[in-house]
């Protein structure tokens, strides 16, 4: 089992920046990558941006390249999503989650999911 636990939502200007954090526990070495997710309402979850537990390679759906960056603190082991140049189109709910296969772009391949971090972005 693997527990997320995400933090650092809220309400911005467009133009603004937010930084998410998910904080990972239990057996996270048999994580293969963390990835986060965004959901509005009405829409189908979509992949933002996923990173290599161990290697650090990092990928992003390119709605938000040039605007996000995804990080990690192994030593933490805490996940990282800087969101720079928000949009309102950004405005979901935004999951971390876990995923034990190179599938990283998949929602339906991750296995552990935390419970949600709402990020509103005004116009």
């Known amino acids: 089992q693997v527990q997320l636990v995400e933090s650092g939502g809220g309400l911005v200007q467009a133009g603004g920046s937010l930084r998410l954090s998910c904080a990972a526990s239990g057996r996270t070495s048999s994580t293969y990558a963390l990835g986060w997710f965004r959901q509005a309402p009405g829409k189908e979850r979509e992949f933002v941006a996923a990173?290599?537990?161990?290697?650090?390679?990092?990928y992003y759906a390119d709605s938000v390249k040039g605007r996000f960056t995804i990080s990690r603190d192994s030593a933490k082991n805490t996940v990282y999503l800087q969101m720079n140049s928000l949009k309102p189109e950004d405005t979901a709910v935004y999951y971390c989650a876990a995923v034990d296969n190179i599938f990283v772009q998949s929602p339906t391949m991750y296995k552990y999911w935390g419970q949600g971090t709402q990020v509103t972005v005004s116009s």
């Open positions: 990173i290599r537990w161990s290697a650090g390679n990092t």
